[in-house]
């Protein structure tokens, strides 16, 4: 079993930045490979952005390429979401997830291929 906590949400205005961070526990962080995903205000959870268990290869939703940036430091069991220049569309709960994966470069985009959930954190853009 692995637990996802993640944390770095808030208020912030349109153009800042924030930093979502998650952490795991329970196992070890290797061998996963995570993503994030977000759920806005009557809309359902989408992609955002994953990362393999190498933490080398990556991929992003085309709504958020170019401003958020996924990094994953196996050492500390945490994965990161820097997110610049949002946007009041970025408004939703951001929630992160791990995948047991026994590929190295490998990243997944489809919510249901992740067994583990944290259980989110608000992000609300004000314009």
């Known amino acids: 079993q692995v637990q996802l906590v993640e944390s770095g949400g808030g208020l912030v205005q349109a153009g800042g930045s924030l930093r979502l961070s998650c952490a795991a526990s329970?196992?070890?962080?290797?061998?996963?490979?995570m993503g994030w995903f977000r759920q806005a205000p009557g809309k359902e959870r989408e992609f955002v952005a994953a990362?393999?268990?190498?933490?080398?290869?990556?991929n992003y939703a085309d709504s958020i390429k170019g401003r958020f940036t996924i990094s994953k430091n196996n050492a500390k069991n945490t994965v990161y979401l820097q997110m610049n220049s949002l946007k009041p569309e970025d408004t939703a709960v951001y929630y992160c997830?791990?995948?047991?994966?026994?590929?190295?470069?490998?990243?997944?985009?489809?919510?249901?291929?992740?067994?583990?959930w944290g259980q989110g954190t608000q992000v609300t853009v004000s314009s």
């Open positions: 997830a791990a995948k047991r994966t026994y590929s190295l470069g490998s990243y997944y985009l489809g919510e249901n291929e992740y067994s583990y």
């Open positions: 329970g196992r070890t962080f290797s061998g996963y490979a």
């Open positions: 990362v393999s268990w190498s933490g080398r290869s990556l």
